[in-house]
């Protein structure tokens, strides 16, 4: 099993600069580099302070300059926001910056809070799901030349990306999936795939493996798998309840802005209470602690064994939270330093 880093600036106020955000970043990203990691996951959204991170690739350009052996990936591109062509382009002129370390994450996207802000007129989840299916073989026919495009979202005579990537046949393609039908997508388009079972337990990490093991079953072709989960590795008891603690509120936000209902201001969701987030009706402390990969070095690892044995590739160590830089480093140190030597 590998192991990468996925991370970009969350705050859930403004008391946290957003410069100092972005120097917590690197920093994450440059143990993780120092650590092993294979890869550093950064994702697309726009007009939302929760997770600052409006173009992957400039985040991922800058990371080729401070890190050395780490591969760089989007985590994810959102491909309503993207044109065919535009995106080909810079995710092959991603790939020449940074030496052929790409890998490029796509998806269809999450909030209603963005579709209705970052394509005219708006759309849904379900003509998001069109726009991914439609962007995957167009990339891959601009990478190869003299591509044209006649499908419902995207129509353009033929082309092909200028540049081309550094890495023959372009840089590997993960598509986000949950339903079997994505599954399917991706492994019968030669695609990677990237699940995130949220807080939602062990349940839906044996479910979406088994999706994706039936999928690889029917096109007769395995591609990767890699799981994406909020993590910390805590030494006590007391710094595992903050942990929980603090995700807890983190999910409590992400529901919030997930609904699209609450009042929103210069980027900043309206707080939250902390009887909202008491007494929130499915997001609850306890089944955070149990769900998420939170717990000491010994339990993680006993629950990532069960995780490599089920057949996952990778594990995405996902560090955002409303938890201090300090805490966010010596967590991911521990990681590092105490769980991944016992997958080497």
Known sequence: MKFSLFAHMERVDEQQRQQDLYEEFISLCQIADEGGMSTIWTGEHHGMDFTIAPNPFLNLIDLAHRTKNVRLGTGTIVAPYWNPIKLAGEAAMTDIVTQGRLELGIARGAYAFEYERMVQGGIDAWEAGECLREMVPAIKGLWEGD????????????????????????????????????????????????????????????????????????????????????????????????????????????????????????????????????????????AIRKDLMIGTSEQIIERLKHYEALGYDEFSY?????MSR??????LRRFVDEVMPAFN
Request: with cysteine; proline share 7%.
């Open 147 to 286: 591509h044209t495009q006649d499908s419902k979202h995207y129509k353009f005579p033929k082309t092909t990306s200028a540049p081309k990537p550094l890495t023959p046949n372009g840089p590997p393609i993960w598509v986000a999936a949950r339903d079997i039908n994505s599954h399917e997508f991706a492994v019968s388009n030669h695609c990677n795939v990237q699940v995130t079972p949220l807080w939602q337990g062990l349940d839906e990490v044996e479910t979406l493996i088994a999706k994706y093991n039936e999928a690889c079953e029917k096109f007769d072709q395995r591609t990767k798998i890699m799981i994406l989960q909020h993590a910390y590795v805590a030494n006590d008891e007391a710094e595992l309840d903050r942990a929980a603690t603090k995700l807890h509120e983190f999910y409590c936000y992400f529901g919030a802005w997930f609904k699209n209902e609450r009042p929103i201001s210069h980027g900043l969701i309206e707080p939250l209470s902390q009887s909202e987030i008491d007494n929130h009706p499915f997001y609850k402390k306890d």
């Open 318 to 322: 996902w560090s955002d939270s409303s």
């Open 326 to 331: 300090a805490e966010k480093e010596a967590s």
